[in-house]
């Protein structure tokens, strides 16, 4: 009885220690060390989060859910725009751009639809450790994803930038579920240039928008020069270490996940979890935007700080209101452009 007893006090107390954590733990708490970004490196972002979200737009010449301010986009460089129908599941749904503008081919691929089964294949594509790469370890499924995306639009993207004397930087966008696939196929295109003309690691960027975590951290600091991700204050996605097939089974047993969770938090050292090398992390450069302060109601002019971590990377879920709505690229295309004007 006794000993029943004593397990009992345990576990509540495990509880207990994890819940304070959790509930006095703040999203601006991870960069709070971070240097503040520049405005000449962050210019780029509100742009591509507007490219991101024409892909919602079935006629951008007729735009029904325009941002503020609209696309500022010219639909006639639109190159190409691919559907569910044509990439069979494969993929995301993306489109191509070409901006004479800003002498860049921007492929943005979109985030998550909660109507599609074959997204949710993509994202429980995987296992810790499952798939090597580079030496180093990434999302199975979203490099799959990726590998089919670089085989159907090698030919446009190598013609393009060929056809602009070559000259113009590539770039690779994607939101959530997109951005997992668009940070590998930077990856993959900065290791095998030869499949698009030749193209130069220099002129390949990527900005991976509310960012899945798809490579281990190895890989996440060797490619920090050409990705870029991007995450609004409390936004749960970049860190979600549990593996989103287990979030997914567990869906209907919210109350066991949260109970594993916190036996896990409160018992296993959290420097044994790092040093795991099949441990996946969001990519690249790390932008945190910050617009709320702890226990202070209302939106704060938002705050840009940028690191490239190697101890961690957003490790903790925050207990928040906002939790899910950072997450939206409608928000981190707002806060982004919001950041550029005050930065400005």
Not at 173 to 180: K, Q, R, T, V, Y
Not at 234 to 240: E, K, N
Request: charged residues 25%; neutral net charge.
């Amino acid at each position: 009885m006794s000993v029943a007893c004593g397990m009992e006090c345990v576990v509540v107390l495990g509880c207990l220690r994890w819940a304070w954590k959790r509930c006095t733990y703040i999203g601006s708490y991870d960069s709070v060390s971070w240097p503040t970004a520049t405005a000449e490196e962050f210019d780029p972002v509100p742009r591509v989060c507007r490219i991101i979200l024409a892909i919602y737009e079935p006629d951008l010449h007729c735009p029904k859910y325009a941002p503020a301010g609209g696309y500022r986009l010219n639909p006639d460089w639109v190159v190409k725009r691919v559907s569910y129908e044509q990439t069979l599941g494969h993929a995301p749904p993306y489109l191509i751009y070409l901006d004479h503008d800003n002498r860049e081919i921007v492929m943005a691929i979109r985030g998550l639809n909660l109507a599609k089964e074959s997204d949710y294949k993509l994202l429980v594509d995987n296992k810790l450790g499952k798939q090597m790469f580079d030496g180093g370890y990434v999302h199975h499924g979203l490099l799959k994803s990726a590998t089919w995306v670089l085989n159907a639009e090698s030919e446009t993207l190598r013609r393009l930038w060929e056809e602009n004397g070559r000259e113009y930087k590539l770039v690779f966008a994607g939101h959530s579920l997109g951005s997992g696939v668009a940070a590998l196929l930077t990856v993959i295109v900065v290791n095998h240039g030869d499949e698009l003309g030749g193209i130069p690691r220099s002129l390949v960027r990527c900005y991976a928008v509310a960012p899945a975590r798809c490579m281990s951290l190895n890989l996440a600091v060797k490619y920090a020069d050409v990705i870029s991700s991007i995450i609004l204050q409390d936004d749960f996605l970049a860190r979600t270490a549990t593996p989103l097939q287990d979030i997914f089974k567990s869906i209907f047993c919210l109350p066991c996940l949260l109970f594993l969770v916190c036996l896990r938090d409160t018992f296993v050292p959290e420097g044994r979890k790092l040093k795991d090398p099949r441990r996946l992390y969001a990519p690249g450069r790390i932008y945190h935007i910050v617009e709320r302060k702890f226990c202070r109601c209302g939106r704060y002019p938002p705050e840009v700080r940028t690191a490239i971590p190697v101890d961690g990377r957003f490790e903790h879920i925050v207990l928040s209101c906002n939790t899910t709505s950072d997450h939206a690229i409608i928000w981190i295309e707002r806060e982004a452009e919001k950041a550029v004007e005050v930065r400005g």
